[in-house]
Nanobody, 123 residues
Framework: QLQLVESGGGLVQAGGSLRLSCRAS????????MAWFRQQPGKEYEFVAA????????YNSDAVKGRFTISRDDISNTLYLQMNNLRPEDTAVYYC????????????????WGRGTQVTVSS
């Protein structure tokens, strides 16, 4: 399976910014789709954003509200999530996920997952 390792999480004040990274290794083939999900304590995984090899993106507009940008660098096999104007409601563990093909953007559709990185936004 593809190995994914997230980094870049931390504690920030409301209105601040963070850039999450997810480095992929373990496979020669570049994942077709890569995505970010997040999870708050006691809640289900929430889709944040996805990007395909073509560069086509999909956002959860209700969650992102124009503040986040997803990107990928296939040379370094790295996925990014630029998060601006962070709010306390963004506090969660953020996970990256990847797959060689796309069916639906649901957690069960992704075969590879990272272990997550904690993002905490204080008031």
């Amino acid at each position: 399976q593809l190995q994914l390792v997230e980094s870049g999480g931390g504690l920030v004040q409301a209105g601040g910014s963070l850039r999450l990274s997810c480095r992929a290794s373990g496979r020669t083939l570049t994942p077709y789709i890569m995505a970010w999900f997040r999870q708050q304590p006691g809640k289900e995984y929430e889709f944040v954003a996805a990007i395909r090899k073509s560069g086509r993106t999909t956002y959860n507009s209700d969650a992102v509200k124009g503040r986040f940008t997803i990107s990928r660098d296939d040379i370094s096999n790295t996925l990014y999530l630029q998060m601006n104007n962070l709010r306390p409601e963004d506090t969660a563990v953020y996970y990256c996920a990847a797959d060689l093909t796309e069916y639906n953007i649901d957690p069960g559709d992704f075969s590879s997952w990272g272990r997550g990185t904690q993002v905490t936004v204080s008031s």
